[in-house]
């Protein structure tokens, strides 16, 4: 093992050893409430909560992804920073404060106060643990393309440990710590990322002189596309179906943070719904300014690296970043290369345990505050509930290391955009409905999950992604029949649509002065827990 290889894993070790401390601190305060395990008793100030929103959305995607593509297609992975970020605007004006004041714990709390209770709640559940899974997949995969970078890519059996422990610790951050732990962990590594990216750009912008002009066109001339490295249509230009990818994708990020669980339940951990607004506010400017320096990243791997080895180190461009580190720092071998290689790879690591763990606890959250409860036909008391959370989160934990190793090749910015198109179609329609409507009904409510969340799954089911590509996972089968990998242009209306027509179709007399008070709460706070 070579001495970036090593220390690496040292600091990673550190990181790991840091956060296992913080979450046994906090598992022997703990007072073993729902409140507790679900929203971390809503202590969180605005600043800790947006710091550690930042830190549950700035994931593997943004850092091992983004630049990724970025590298490799130059304009066109310029999508994903634009679309995560205006997202956020989306996230301000239409839900953090309406979902703080309504709901509770999940986002099943929401539509469920002025619906009946069964259906919704098994509807939104299966959508929320449905859509974490497709997170957890992202994250796992990077994992998996950081360590053969890591470790030498000495074989699959590296990658397939790594995806496992990973698993096994997020396991061990949800059931033990609950939220407080959760959000420690991703207030830290929030930090240590920012504080690496910026390392990493300055360190870009130096070798450049300051000259951007002259970074990207070092980059244009590096990826061997020339210009048109700098232009619209690498990716998403060369025909009619492409460019539908193209807006395809966009609606899916711009539209899909909304729908995302683990973001919603970051609202429920500070003590009022104007904490949460600023929460947001926070978390615009920790993220807005890491995505700018992910563009530099980006194009600097293409300048410094080159695209032909960025591709060749890993096929997806998932470790772009850190072979940028080893060249800034003096290429392989070096002292100044080493350490910054070793600090790339431990923060990224870092990012990976953070969001997978938050992730976990919205879907552990899912399956116990909403189908457990469900199923029963009553709640449960809060410590029934919160055992059942710790074993779903072990479960949920198994099946996302499953994916993960099946999905090993595919890049998890790519991945990631898959979740938001699930987050759009199922989650956001059911939500801004419930919110905004008066005559919405349970029907409605349950139609327009099912009406989203089923066509998105069957469209990636029967799209490049999965057959008839050499680059899909079964490339030795064609069942291919929807010409998009993204399903976000036709899932997402008919999500609404479905919505819609449950509601004109049912029976059933929407409830006014339900949604009277839900409007007062959702506006005032009046009643809000």
Known sequence: MTGDQTLALLLFTGFVAVTLGITTWVSRRRRGSAEEFYAGGRLFSPMENGFAIAGDYMSAASFLGIAGLIALYGYDGLLYCVGFLVAWLVVLFLVAELVRNCGRFTLADVVAARMSERPVR????????????????????????????LLGRTSGAAQAWTVIGVGALMVIY???GGMRATTWIQIVKAVLLLGGTVVLTV?????????????????????????????????????????????????????????LPHILSRFYTVPTARAARRSVVWSIGLI???????????????AVVGTGAVRGSNAAGNTAVPLLALDLGGEAGST?????FAVVAAVAFATILAVVAGITLASSASVAHDL?????????????????????AVGIGVVAIALGLLARDLNVAFLVGLAFAVAASANLPVLLYSLFWRGFTTRGAVWAVY???????????????????????????????????????????LGFLAGWLGTVTSDEVADEAKYAETEVRSLTGAGAV
Do not use: C
């Open 451 to 493: 009406g989203g969340l089923l066509p998105a799954i069957g469209l990636v089911l029967l799209s490049p992604v999965v057959s008839g590509d050499p680059d899909s996972l079964f490339p030795a089968v064609d069942f291919q029949y929807f010409p998009l990998e993204n399903p976000g242009i036709v899932s997402i209306p």
């Open 203 to 259: 360190l870009v912008l130096l070798r450049f002189h300051g000259d951007v002009d002259r970074l990207l066109l070092t980059a244009a001339e590096r990826s061997g596309h020339g210009t048109a490295f700098l232009a619209p249509g690498l990716k998403y230009g060369g025909d009619w179906t492409a460019r539908v990818d193209f807006i395809s994708l966009g609606l899916a990020l711009v539209l899909g943070t909304a729908g």
């Open 122 to 149: 098994i509807a939104a559940g299966t959508s929320s643990v449905t859509v974490s899974v497709l997170y957890l997949v992202a994250q796992m995969v990077g994992a998996g393309s950081l360590v053969a970078l």
């Open 288 to 302: 807005g300014s890491f995505y700018l320096m992910t563009i530099v990243l980006g194009f600097g791997a293409a």
């Open 174 to 176: 949800v059931s033990l």
């Open 336 to 340: 100044g290369g080493t350490v910054l």
């Open 372 to 392: 457990y409860a469900s199923l029963r036909r009553r709640h449960g008391e809060a410590r029934s509930e919160v055992a059942v959370a710790r074993w779903a």
